[in-house]
């Protein structure tokens, strides 16, 4: 049930997202979730794509340092207080976030996250348990 | 005033019967008194029968850094460690750092060419000097220090840093004389200036500066905001520290104290002696040392030298400014840095493939900054910039603990660091120097 996430560095000089994404796109890798965090000199640019594997060896092919992360995929109701539901759960159980970012959707009936955990497997018992829907690639349009 | 007037203005003949004497000496000394040295002497089948006069000095062997790193800490000594009286340490190539020992008769020495430094460069007994060199294992704070104290002076042991309070004692003490890095002189000018204060106006008048490589224009530079006379020491650890060649008021190259220092200048390649007058690497060979006397010690600083005698008065050979390296040392705020010295470190942080450049830079009025960058592999990265933050932060502390200068640690995507025929640039120095 878990996502795979690609992340690469980057080195903050002008057109190097713009290098990754074109890279991608002659590569008919589609891109459904997407965000970069950054530092003084470097950023690290996280994505969820349609072809994780693919996307990573012609990333490496063209000289850029990337590797896979697992990460999770949380459906979360598109209310007030959704996101915070979620979060008041994994806090109860000492789950940290080291990081978190939405998804592209479509349909707009749902809210859908994905998170970064120090463990994966642990968090997501605990949000099944308490009945919050984990969603895997395959719902994710990313398969 | 010239401090040694018999030494420093003897004739070419008297000199070299001095140095002559001196030269057969200091190899039957070193080859009764160091194995290394004996062993290395042996091998070329020399002894101090062979050496007729200071002309014979070409068949003896060089000295190398490695040579004296191979011996660390102590092998390469003359005397045995309990006759040191004092032991100094400046940077290696790789892992061990360069040991000095000096006697009580090497520290007078050193005392005396540091007292023919300070008058050269235009002090007078009774005047007062603030050192700003950097006190401890680093030697140019107690060469000067024993130089002042020999010659006369008042010495205020300021050592380097804490420039606030340097120019309060400046302000409040008057010192004629300043001895420092000519960066560090450019610097402190931009603080008086923060500080409100009017360089011109301070009591400065001669600067002994040297550590580091400088330009005429940075002489220019110091010599108009301070509204003092800027002259140019020359020394290094190994021969005994600052001490062992200095301009005079005429600034018409740095009168070298050959009586006790022999120089040539050689083509590295080749390893022969350059004609008079031409550019090699400097080859000092210390006539009168005990504690670590080096035969033929390659510098790998880059000079002329010229042998006439100067308006002054002095006979000395000078030396031309270093215009370069023979290595890829770089001088760091006068700290010595060698890049195998980074390259080290990278090794032993686990999983950095030591792929990085240094970049020297020095702004104007500025100190120089150092930034080291280091491409990032595949077993370092990870998608957490906590993570790769922190990896940064330990190359940086690994780094400066090892060089003892502040740097900057910069990473960078792979293959970003320029490379000429599958090598590695590995410094780029920025500095007009």
């Known amino acids: ?143 | 005033m010239i401090w040694n007037e018999k030494m420093e203005c003897m004739g070419h003949e008297d000199l070299k019967n001095i140095q002559s004497e001196r030269l057969r000496n200091l190899v039957a000394y070193i080859y009764k008194n160091s194995p290394a040295y004996k062993i290395k002497l042996d091998a070329f089948g020399i002894s101090s029968r062979d050496i007729k006069s200071v002309d014979d000095i070409e068949k003896l062997p060089f000295t190398t850094k490695e040579d004296l790193r191979d011996s660390y800490p102590f092998g390469l000594f003359s005397r045995p460690v309990k006759d040191i009286n004092e032991i100094h340490v400046s940077s290696g190539t790789t892992g061990n750092p360069t040991v000095v020992g000096y006697t009580k008769d090497d520290l007078k020495l050193w005392a005396e060419v540091m007292a023919r430094v300070l008058c050269c460069a235009g002090a007078v007994p009774g005047d007062m000097i603030q050192i700003a060199y950097g006190y401890g294992l680093f030697t140019g704070g107690l060469g000067f220090h024993y130089g002042a104290i020999e010659m006369g002076l008042s010495v205020i042991p300021a050592s380097s840093g804490q420039t606030k309070r340097q120019l309060k004692i400046m302000q409040d003490f008057k010192p004629r004389i300043l001895g420092c890095t000519p960066s560090y002189a450019l610097y402190m000018a931009e603080e008086a200036k923060a500080l409100g204060m009017k360089p011109k106006d301070s009591s400065w008048k001669i600067g002994v500066f040297g550590a580091e490589p400088w330009s005429e224009a940075m002489r220019k530079a110091i010599e108009s905001t301070w509204d003092m006379c800027a002259t140019d020491v020359y020394g290094l650890s190994e021969i005994i520290g600052p001490g062992v060649a200095q301009e005079c008021q005429h600034k018409a190259g740095l009168h070298l104290f050959s009586d006790v220092f022999y120089p040539e200048v050689i083509d590295p390649k080749t390893g022969k002696n350059v004609k008079e007058g031409g550019k090699g690497e400097l080859v000092i060979t210390t006539l009168t040392k005990q504690g670590l006397p080096l035969i033929r010690y390659r510098t790998r600083d880059i000079v002329s030298i010229k042998y006439e005698k100067c308006k002054c008065g002095r006979t000395s050979p000078r030396i031309s400014k270093i215009s370069g390296r023979t290595d890829d040392m770089i001088i760091v705020r006068g700290i010595n840095v060698f890049p195998s010295q980074i390259e080290h470190v990278l090794l032993g942080i686990e999983g950095t493939q030591p792929h990085y450049q240094l970049i020297v830079d020095r702004k104007a009025g500025d100190l120089d900054e150092l930034d080291v960058l280091v491409e990032v592999e595949e077993k370092i990265f990870s998608d957490e910039i906590k993570k790769l933050r922190a990896l940064e932060e330990k190359i940086k502390k690994e780094i400066e603990s090892v060089l003892g200068v502040f740097v900057r640690v910069r990473l960078v995507e792979p293959r970003t660091i320029e490379r000429s025929e599958g090598k590695a640039k590995r410094v780029i120095d920025k500095r007009a120097l």
């Open chain 1, 1 to 143: 049930m878990k996502l795979i996430q690609i992340s690469i560095f980057l080195e903050n000089k002008k057109g190097r997202l713009l290098d990754v994404c074109s890279l991608l796109s002659a590569g008919k890798i589609n891109i459904r979730a997407l965000t970069v965090a950054e530092s003084d000199n470097f950023g690290v640019l996280r994505v969820v794509v349609d072809k994780p594997q693919e996307a990573t060896t012609l990333l490496k092919a063209h000289g850029f340092v990337a590797n896979l992360t697992e990460i999770v995929g949380v459906e979360v109701p598109d209310k007030p207080g959704g996101l915070a539901d979620v979060l008041k759960i994994l806090s109860k159980h000492n789950i940290n976030v080291e990081y978190m970012y939405g998804f592209l959707e479509k349909s707009s009936n749902r809210a859908l996250l994905v998170f970064r955990f120090d463990n994966s497997d642990t968090a997501i018992e605990v949000l099944k348990t308490n009945k919050i829907r984990v969603v895997g690639q395959k719902d994710m349009g990313v398969l």
